[in-house]
């Protein structure tokens, strides 16, 4: 087996097609499927089922992907480090982002990464679950995660700030008269929450619970910027951190009291490179903003 075959494998099943795969990879068709037959022939297994659809991975072909993927994605980073040098950097860096934490910090410091190396790759992906997070680290398919800190990060995470969260009102909502919401006045108000297993909900939970609220659900969505603009239309409050605001809601946004916040780390593979490290150096230096709670009005 090689790491040609590996790639083509897993060309095929993120194309669906022998051919689609081919285009992906600038090769000839012959020398995709060559490669498969060859692959499944040494493996004594099949790893794609024909389908109206297109080929997919078979129960064998998904188990042996994943292990593809490791191998492909070490590969990388190994060319990547041994190509490192005072202004040579190369290959690919793959950063996953829990979705709605740092929302502004991480294009900022992407941006500074790319200008520094322009040679370097970089692919990013939004991830709700902090539990599929850690599945992702612990496979060895992510070079640096950045997400909020829970009762299973890792003792070696780097802290980079905390994300403010703020109250997204719709637009005329009486309580923007006031600098700030109380928490504990919303008792009447409906919500638009997120998926039962994202981490937004998570906290958004633990507020209402802290706050002694139980709240009316109206909606949930799988976004931020969704959840912004469905409040801003009236259909409910919101709670997002304050960096994942879309531009022009600002008037609709304002602080909470008793403040929430929530710390935000970032967690590098084991042995990481010079491109996750120069990574974690720019989301340092880049603005992790927690405004101080604010008095309670007398």
């Not at 190994?78 to 290959?91: V, Y």
């Amino acid at each position: 087996m090689s790491l040609r075959q590996f790639e083509y494998a897993l060309a095929v099943a993120e194309q669906g097609s022998v051919t689609a795969a081919a285009e992906l990879l600038h090769v000839a068709q012959p020398s995709v499927s060559q490669q498969i037959r060859g692959l499944e022939q040494e493996l004594g297994v099949k790893l794609f089922a024909r389908t109206p659809t297109g080929l997919v991975p078979t129960v064998v072909g998904r188990a042996f992907l994943r292990e593809a993927e490791v191998a492909v994605n070490a590969s990388r980073r190994a060319r990547a480090t041994a190509r490192a040098g005072a202004d040579e950097l190369a290959g690919e860096v793959v950063v996953a982002v829990q979705m709605g934490f740092g929302t502004r910090q991480l294009p900022g410091a992407l941006g500074a990464l790319r200008r520094r190396f322009p040679r370097l790759e970089v692919t990013v992906f939004e991830e709700q679950s902090s539990a599929e997070l850690d599945r992702l680290c612990r496979r060895g398919v992510l070079d640096l995660a950045l997400m909020a800190a829970c009762e299973r990060s890792p003792a070696d995470a780097h802290h980079l700030g905390d994300e403010e969260f703020v109250m997204v009102l719709g637009a005329g909502h009486r309580r923007l008269a006031a600098d700030r919401v109380e928490l504990r006045e919303l008792e009447e108000e409906p919500w638009v929450r997120f998926d039962r297993d994202s981490a937004l909900d998570g906290v958004l939970l633990n507020v209402l619970r802290d706050n002694g609220l139980t709240p009316t659900t109206v909606a949930r969505v799988s976004q931020t910027a969704t959840a912004v603009r469905w409040a801003a239309h009236g259909l409910g409050v919101t709670l997002v951190p304050a960096s994942a605001v879309p531009d022009g809601h600002e008037h609709l946004v304002r602080p909470v009291y008793p403040a929430v916040s929530q710390p935000v780390i970032a967690v590098l593979r084991p042995g990481a490179g010079p491109a996750e490290t120069a990574l974690l150096e720019l989301l340092r230096q880049e603005t992790w903003h927690h405004t101080a709670s604010l008095a309670p009005v007398s």
